[in-house]
């Protein structure tokens, strides 16, 4: 029953990947579609009369994915058995195919424990977990059950350098942060985790990206560098909780109705974050902005002091009791209304 669950899943999220349901952008109704508009969107296009609005049309795409091997930089030969998550489910789940007999997952994030779960429900045996970081970034009892009571070993900052084998992968070589270099034998990997939104609509779209969120930059308001394209949910930020992406369409479902009715676009200053910080967003400012802003870290920090400033004038300080990455930090946006329109990008350091 639960593979049949499982399956029927897959088949749904499949269907889903083919014709994004939610694709919106302010567009003049009496206009062509452009280009970028046509790609994925053939099921709204259908039934057009249900998503016209007054002159203007709406359309962006809430999408994220999973690095593959390529973008990762993983060298090696083009062997067979090298998968992603996504990759891994429909095959084990929606065509019932064979993924081998040892199988390496890379990650350790919760999506990295559930793709060694689809594993062995194949029937293959999980060799080991890899992860560059120093540890999991599951819930402690996920980790323990997993080394625990299914013998998968966890190598921690550990990072996979190359692939093995010749039309069927062999194995895959591994390098620890101090040196040391193994060999995995297996017939099957699997990259986990590293999340970027699905961000091509928005770049053939000349939306101006966020070197941080890797997705488009966007004011508290959640207007993107081109009037009267918006932009919500995975689209921003990969892996957000149902409820913040819910949070920020209802909050852009405003300023959407502002822009329809002809209000004027606030001008805003950039917002930035220093290292530990890895990005936040939104990540620019207006003075009185009320979402909240969701931000991420690239080292675990505890008890640490976050300060906001602007021209060396500090704006808001409030206390971090624990960050780790891979999981979202919520600030609050109270602080907004003492931002100088006129002055200098706003800082956020810990």
């Known amino acids: 029953m639960a593979v049949g669950d499982d399956r029927q899943r897959a088949d749904d999220d ?15 109704a009496d206009q062509p579609y452009p280009e970028q508009v046509q790609y994925g969107v053939q099921q709204q296009d259908r039934h057009e009369d249900q998503h016209r609005l007054p002159r203007r049309r709406l359309e962006a795409p809430p999408e994220v994915g999973e690095r593959p091997r390529a973008a990762r930089l993983v060298p090696g030969t083009r062997a067979a058995g090298v998968y992603t998550t996504g990759e891994l489910q429909q095959a084990v789940h929606l ?33 080991a977990m890899v992860t560059d970081l120093p540890r999991p970034r599951t819930a402690p009892v996920r980790a323990l059950d997993s080394r625990l ?34 060999v995995l ?32 930059a966007v004011d508290g308001t959640l207007h993107t560098s081109r009037p009267g394209v918006f932009a919500v949910g995975s689209l921003l930020h990969a892996v957000e909780s149902a409820a913040t992406a819910t949070r920020e369409g209802v909050h852009a479902a405003d300023a959407v ?9 606030p001008d805003g200053v950039p917002l930035l974050v220093d290292a530990p910080l890895r990005w936040i967003a939104p990540n620019r400012v207006t003075a009185g902005d009320r979402l909240p802003y969701v931000l991420r870290t690239t080292v675990p920090l505890s008890r640490r002091v976050v300060r906001i400033t602007q021209d060396g004038r500090l704006l808001h300080r409030a206390r971090l009791w624990t960050a780790v990455p891979n999981r979202t930090v919520t600030l609050t946006a109270r602080w907004t209304g003492r931002v100088d329109p006129e002055g200098g990008p706003v800082r956020i350091t810990v």
């Open 14 to 28: 499949r269907h889903t990947r083919q014709v994004p349901p939610h694709r919106y952008r302010v567009e003049h």
């Open 95 to 127: 065509y019932g195919q064979h993924i081998g007999t040892r199988a390496v997952v890379v990650g350790a994030e919760d999506v990295s424990y559930a793709a060694a779960g689809t594993v062995r429900s194949a029937g293959a045996r999980v060799v």
């Open 149 to 182: 009571r299914h013998g998968v070993p966890l190598l921690a900052d550990t990072a996979v350098t190359e692939l093995l084998g010749h039309g069927r992968l062999s194995g895959v070589r591994v390098r620890h942060r101090d040196g040391r270099t193994a």
């Open 185 to 216: 034998p297996c017939d099957t990997v699997v990259f986990t985790g590293d999340f970027v939104p699905d961000h091509e609509l928005a770049r053939r779209g000349g939306l101006t990206p966020d070197p941080g969120t890797k997705g488009p």
């Open 257 to 265: 109705l502002r822009t329809l009715a002809g209000g004027e676009r």
